[in-house]
């Protein structure tokens, strides 16, 4: 470990993880051994935000759902 606390991940590991520049990963301590796991990079909920095409939109949709007249 370096002075500033940087560590050199091998790379045979890097390359079996699928790990490359960039990447950010999170450090936690389960007891007493040091895991990295890999940060998603990207939100799930992105990639299905404004898919949906509802008539009169989100609040009339909503309305409808609870059974009242709308907002």
Do not use: C, N
């Not at 936690?28 to 909920?45: C, M, S, Y």
């Amino acid at each position: 470990m370096s002075g500033k606390g940087q560590v050199t991940i091998p790379k045979a590991v890097r390359d079996r993880l699928g790990i490359s520049a960039g990447q950010v990963l999170d450090f936690d301590d389960e007891q007493g051994t040091l895991v990295a796991r890999k940060v998603a990079e990207f939100d799930p909920i992105d990639d299905v935000y404004g898919i949906l095409d509802l008539p009169g939109g989100t609040d009339a949709f909503v309305a409808d759902a609870r059974g009242t007249s709308g907002p």
